[in-house]
């Protein structure tokens, strides 16, 4: 019998937990299904671009703060800076309610922040945005353009721009599965 080798998920593993805790009980946007879907694809994602129990730990971690009562301190004392700091990098919390309080204003300071970022940060945001990026296609190949009602910006022309402004601060990973599969997917639905 071939013996299997083991790795160290403990940081992972941890991480997975909190975030099912800390989304517990929430929804994936009148989806009908628990809201720790969507932080799971996103690490599977990431598991295509690296082994990295950091990155990995980050995505499972990246809507926490966003959308839970959780601070980048709680995550920096329980996973470490860096995870911190790549939570920090994919979320657009601070943003809110400062000078960039439009929706368009937020999605340019996070494509341009993103343009910058580390490699590491884009890996985490390319798990999450091409997640986002699936439920969005399968939606819009079933009720077409009422897909944007459900959105609190309804013009199809809003979320175009936003993606492909993704697509392009992410093209440090085009020779990624991950950014193939989101670029096809942002052309699919979006011409």
């Not at 296609?137 to 459900?150: N, T, V």
Request: proline residues 2%; glycine residues 4%.
């Amino acid at each position: 019998m071939k013996k299997k080798k083991l790795i160290d998920s403990s940081l992972l593993d941890r991480a997975i937990c909190f975030a099912v805790n800390a989304h517990a009980d929430t929804e994936r946007k009148d989806k009908g299904f628990p809201y720790i879907v969507h932080p799971l694809e996103a690490v599977s994602i990431v598991s295509t671009m690296t082994s990295d129990q950091e990155l990995l730990a980050a995505a499972a971690l990246h809507d926490t703060v966003e959308d839970t009562d959780v601070t980048f301190e709680q995550l920096e004392q329980l996973f470490g800076k860096r995870v911190a700091d790549l939570v920090r990098h994919e979320s657009d919390i601070e943003l809110e309610g400062s000078a960039f309080s439009t929706w368009h204003q937020r999605k340019q300071t996070a494509i341009d922040h993103l343009a910058v970022a580390p490699r590491d940060a884009k890996i985490v945001a390319l798990g999450d945005k091409l997640s986002n990026m699936r439920l969005i296609a399968l939606d819009y190949a079933k009720i077409g353009d009422a897909l944007w009602s459900r959105f609190h910006v309804t013009d199809p022309k809003e979320h175009a721009w936003h993606y492909r402004g993704l697509l392009n601060s992410l093209s440090d990973l085009s020779d990624t599965a991950a950014y193939q599969e989101f670029n096809s997917l942002v052309k699919q639905v979006f011409g």
